[in-house]
């Protein structure tokens, strides 16, 4: 039996070939895992657990289907995630970050936006969002003046991505290293950069794995008692 980590869906109704593709994820791959683990950005927008239009109930019955025990983690584009949410799907929500020890080894969970210390201004931003303040504001207002400030906040977003250079969008290394030696794990899993891969972190003697976004591919972590694997299948 294994563990499965994915993050960086972004699921949304305008894009119904991912969707179909998380769903027969779910029934083909997830069904078989000891654990699956969902490290932030699950959907593209989550305007708060009182939503729930047919496209968010469907998604949420899929995940009610698996039995096995399962956690979410927030991103920058589901913070919203809350208790309603966990209660209906059977997920345990986990804090950012979260460290585990899973088959003998420590491992360090993330979604990974904090580790992108170069990027200032949206440092500034995730503070924000972070914020329980800031989001319980956010609830108090009707779903349409959420989705309007959720639909604005992402086309600020995509602005921002094309006027920044990429490696300031990257996450910073030496944050990295040092989140890695306090907390003391040899490894990093994180998703949020959309930059699939596993990197060596010589200063610890570990690695750091990079989830990947599902576009043209879909991506998963499977891990077992043997080692772990970065998988990858077609979409599109």
Request: charged fraction near 20%; hydrophobic fraction near 40%; glycine fraction near 6%.
């Amino acid at each position: 039996m294994s563990y499965i980590f994915i993050s960086d869906l972004h699921l949304d109704e305008t894009s119904p070939d991912i969707t179909q593709a998380f769903l027969h994820f779910i029934e083909n791959t997830a069904v078989d895992a000891e654990k699956l683990y969902i490290l932030g950005d699950f959907f593209e927008v989550w305007l708060g657990d009182d939503h729930d239009n047919p496209f968010n109930q469907r998604i949420m019955t899929a995940l009610a289907s698996l039995s096995m025990p399962k956690f979410i983690m927030h991103g920058n584009r589901d913070f919203l995630i809350g208790q309603n949410f966990c209660e209906q799907t059977g997920f345990e929500l986990l804090p950012d970050p979260t460290r585990l020890t899973l088959f003998n080894t420590p491992v360090l969970l993330m979604h990974g936006d904090s580790l992108c210390t170069r990027d200032e201004d949206y440092m500034e931003v995730r503070a924000m969002l972070r914020n329980p303040a800031f989001q319980a504001e956010l609830l108090g207002k009707s779903l349409e003046e959420r989705a309007a400030i959720a639909s604005d906040a992402r086309s600020q977003s995509k602005q921002h991505t094309r006027e920044s250079a990429m490696d300031i969008m990257d996450v910073t290394p030496s944050e990295v290293v040092r989140v890695m030696q306090t907390q003391n794990v040899p490894l990093l899993i994180h998703g949020h950069t959309h930059r699939p891969q596993i990197h060596d972190v010589p200063e610890v003697k570990g690695q750091r794995v990079v989830l990947g976004d599902w576009d043209a591919n879909g991506w998963y972590l499977d891990m077992d008692q043997n080692g772990f694997s970065l998988e990858s299948f077609p979409i599109t």
